[in-house]
T-cell receptor, first 114, second 113 residues
Framework: DVKVTQSSRYLVKRTGEKVFLECVQD?????MFWYRQDPGLGLRLIYF???????EKGDIPEGYSVSREKKERFSLILESASTNQTSMYLC?????????????FGDGTRLSIL | GENVEQHPSTLSVQEGDSAVIKCTYS??????FPWYKQELGKRPQLIIDIRSNVGEKKDQRIAVTLNKTAKHFSLHITETQPEDSAVYFCAATGNTGGFKTIFGAGTRLFVKA
């Protein structure tokens, strides 16, 4: 069974801090994704990656960056955390296949910026 | 840009009744339509999916229909049970924008015992 592991379930940081959210998958998936989930807005894509060292902007990349140095690991970075980045962050991975593959999600990181 | 509209946002049904959730997508190049269920405090999990070359797919009490002409797809749950209570998300993936998946805003389903 696919395992997507996010490093923290809950995280509290201060405004202006640089924040790192880590995600690791164990199924050798090519594709990895970062979403934020807010009530009434569904899942909004922040960044995604098709391969090591590759990244693509999603719908809401502002204020975020990502890093994919190894195939199994995809990191989300909040360069200077702000209160409007308080949210649930979900990581996901999928096999390649023209986009016709389901995504497997981690348990999420609930991030609070004070 | 591409979007997926999902209705209703909240749905309450009596145990044993059917539930229907509808989605509309904008990108005509979309060709893969998964549905995810997210129970409270848990991760979203795939429950069923359909590809653009198929009009309907069924898995026990769950079925999904796709109308590519109208750009509509729907989730049907029959004989609902309390454990079906969750948030359901539809999604659409296309060939543009690098196979990006667009999610609907979600439907919170309550099944009353």
């Amino acid at each position: 069974d696919v395992k997507v592991t996010q490093s923290s379930r809950y995280l509290v940081k201060r405004t202006g801090e640089k924040v790192f959210l880590e995600c690791v998958q164990d199924m050798d998936h090519e594709n990895m994704f970062w979403y934020r989930q807010d009530p009434g807005l569904g899942l909004r894509l922040i960044y995604f990656s098709y391969d090591v060292k590759m990244k693509e902007k999603g719908d809401i990349p502002e204020g975020y960056s990502v890093s994919r140095e190894k195939k199994e690991r995809f990191s989300l970075i909040l360069e200077s955390a702000s209160t409007n980045q308080t949210s649930m962050y979900l990581c996901a991975s999928s096999r390649t296949g023209g986009g016709n593959q389901p995504q497997h999600f981690g348990d999420g990181t609930r991030l609070s910026i004070l | 840009g591409e979007n997926v509209e999902q209705h209703p946002s909240t749905l309450s049904v009596q145990e044993g009744d059917s539930a229907v959730i509808k989605c509309t997508y904008s990108d005509s190049a979309s060709n893969y339509f998964p549905w995810y269920k997210q129970e409270l405090g848990k991760r979203p999990q795939l429950i069923i999916d359909i590809r653009s070359n198929v009009g309907e797919k069924k898995d026990q009490r769950i079925a999904v229909t796709l109308n590519k002409t109208a750009k509509h797809f729907s989730l049907h749950i029959t004989e609902t049970q309390p454990e079906d209570s969750a948030v359901y998300f539809c999604a659409a993936t296309g060939n543009t924008g690098g196979f990006k998946t667009i999610f609907g805003a979600g439907t919170r389903l309550f099944v009353k015992a």
